[in-house]
């Protein structure tokens, strides 16, 4: 199996600042100086995505314009926050190379209160809501929704640590052969390396 270098540089589709350290942690280390640039780049999905194909979507979208945007990046990592319109909150990361490979992972999926939920399905943002109910400003920049339901317990980086070792999770154990997935097995039911 042709086995991927480690990664030089990873492109991050966002600037914010909880998004990105989320990367740099998990990327800083799996891969010792690895160099982490982060871009803001459009995720071609509502302001607020409602519904996980939706906060799917926009995190793919953010890793393909992330990665056109940084030249020479080996890999890209998009993530996207939403709603599901049952009431939880979504975070969606997803790792893109330049072979085209995608793996998209989720994070924590926690209820929201129902005054939030209403607010998101009537059209606000999750981030501009949770200022005006909560009184905190820049929540959406900083601890996020699940900062403020966990008390703390869980800070937003932390969350987006768990998308994205889970997107990252067929460049950091490659000889498991992800890619091969969509090849048909040998007849003898194995897969070769």
Partial sequence: MDEPATPRRVAVGSTNPTKVEAVRRIAGAAWPGVEVIARDVPSGVSVQPVGAAETEAGARQRARHALAAVPGADLAVGLEGGVDPAGYLLSAA??????????????????????????????????????????????????????????????????????????????????????LRDEPAPASGRRST
């Fill in 94 to 179: 997803c790792a893109l190379d330049g072979r085209g490979r995608e793996n998209v992972a989720w994070s924590l999926r926690m209820p929201l209160p129902p005054e939030v939920v209403r607010g998101v399905l009537a059209g606000e943002e999750l981030g501009p809501l949770l200022e005006r109910l909560s009184g905190i400003e820049g929540i959406g920049r900083g601890p996020g929704a699940v900062g403020l339901f966990t008390r703390g317990l869980v800070d937003r980086t932390r969350l987006w640590e768990m998308a994205v070792a889970g997107a990252l999770a067929p460049w950091l154990t490659p000889q498991w052969g992800w890619f």
